[in-house]
Nanobody, 123 residues
Framework: QVQLVESGGGSVQAGDSLRLSCSASGRTLSVYTIAWFRQAPGKEREFVAAIRAISETPNYTDSVKGRFTISRDNAKKMGYLQMNSLKPEDTAVYYC????????????????WGQGTQVTVSS
């Protein structure tokens, strides 16, 4: 497994941008699918975006399409989530996750998790 640490969260105004980073250690990151999930207070953890290991094909939940971009730098063992045009409903703790062979985009499908980083968007 890989160990993951997120950074880059903060408090911003609606319409602003943030870039989240996910630093990996341990095994090589290049063979892992990387994903971002988020969890708002009182809600279940939800899928935000993922990027596959080899094809680097991105997938997004509908609510962030056109606003968020997921990327990776395998040489640096880093994953990123660029978030533009942020909305108050994007407020949540954002988690980076990784798995060797992703079977889907549910939280249960991912085996390695970071500790989370808070994103707060005010109107």
């Amino acid at each position: 497994q890989v160990q993951l640490v997120e950074s880059g969260g903060g408090s911003v105004q609606a319409g602003d941008s943030l870039r989240l980073s996910c630093s990996a250690s341990g095994r090589t990151l290049s063979v892992y699918t990387i994903a971002w999930f988020r969890q708002a207070p009182g809600k279940e953890r939800e899928f935000v975006a993922a990027i596959r290991a080899i094809s680097e094909t991105p997938n997004y939940t509908d609510s962030v399409k056109g606003r968020f971009t997921i990327s990776r730098d395998n040489a640096k063992k880093m994953g990123y989530l660029q978030m533009n045009s942020l909305k108050p409903e994007d407020t949540a703790v954002y988690y980076c996750a990784a798995v060797w062979d992703a079977s889907g985009w549910t939280a249960a499908a991912f085996k390695s998790w970071g500790q989370g980083t808070q994103v707060t968007v005010s109107s």
